[in-house]
């Protein structure tokens, strides 16, 4: 059984290091831009009384006249 020399294990030791820094300031990256992405577009939730009051005004409006068909037939 061959044991490593220290010259073999210290760049495999940094290459590691290395790769996992660089995996999380990719996650890091990721994470923040995802979080100004949800802020962008989707804006902050509404209390339920709120969003109730909403729904109920929404309901109570009337609904707008149907538009009349008209064929290009008839004059």
């Given at each position: 059984?061959?044991?490593?020399?220290?010259?073999?294990?210290?760049?495999?030791?940094?290459?590691?290091?290395?790769?996992?820094?660089?995996?999380?300031w990719a996650i890091a990256?990721?994470?923040?831009?995802?979080?100004?992405?949800?802020?962008?577009?989707?804006?902050?939730?509404?209390?339920?009384?709120?969003?109730?009051?909403?729904?109920?005004?929404?309901?109570?409006?009337?609904?707008?006249?149907?538009?009349?068909?008209?064929?290009?037939?008839?004059?």
């Amino acid at each position: 059984m061959t044991h490593p020399s220290a010259a073999q294990v210290q760049p495999t030791q940094r290459r590691l290091s290395y790769l996992r820094r660089e995996l999380l300031w990719a996650i890091a990256l990721k994470l923040v831009l995802l979080f100004s992405l949800k802020a962008a577009f989707f804006p902050q939730r509404l209390p339920a009384p709120e969003a109730a009051s909403g729904v109920a005004d929404r309901i109570a409006l009337p609904s707008p006249p149907a538009p009349s068909i008209s064929s290009k037939d008839q004059p």
